[in-house]
């Protein structure tokens, strides 16, 4: 029990993207420049002037009346790269909409879904496996069978903890257990 404890207050979170909410500067500049109009309507909203609705974000897949004849939202992704590196434990990779993040902080989210990835790892490997071996990567089909279930328990664990925390917002989370090959990882 409290060596699991220390892994989780262990756990860290690097952001990967960037909430693209209306009222950063760059968004709000994009939005006016545009025609539209930034209002604070309980949460920061893209306003658009001949529409009756306002919508709270600043980029989207979907939301087309704010997309012509004026360019108000954009699906346009901010793109990074980042180097996943095993020494330093990275071991998932977490999606989520604004829903999930807008209650829940990084490192409660990955303390979350890495309490999940432990518990199906450890009951996969039995009663008799050591609780501190949970971080390797479990071989072969059954395996990735095991990482499979650890992603979807997170997932659905993450999305439980939104909603328990009280998210307004849809909550969508998609986990991706990141597979190292323990032989390629272990030399120097």
Known sequence: QQQQQQQQQQASAMRLTTDHKPDLPAERARVEAAGGSVQHLGVWRVRHTSLPVAVACSRTLGDLDFKQPAQLLTADPEVRRVRLDRLRGDCLVLIASDGLFDVLDDATAAAI????????????????????????????????????????????????????????????????????????????
């Open 113 to 188: 879904a890495l309490r999940e990835l432990q518990l199906v790892r450890v009951a996969a490997a039995g009663a008799g496996s050591s609780p501190s071996g949970w971080m390797r990567t479990p071989h072969g089909g059954e395996g990735r069978r095991t990482d499979q279930r650890a992603a979807q328990a997170a997932a659905r664990a993450l999305v439980r903890g939104a909603i328990t925390c009280g998210s307004a917002d849809n909550v969508t989370a998609v986990a991706a257990v990141i597979r190292w090959n323990d032989a390629a990882a272990t030399t120097s």
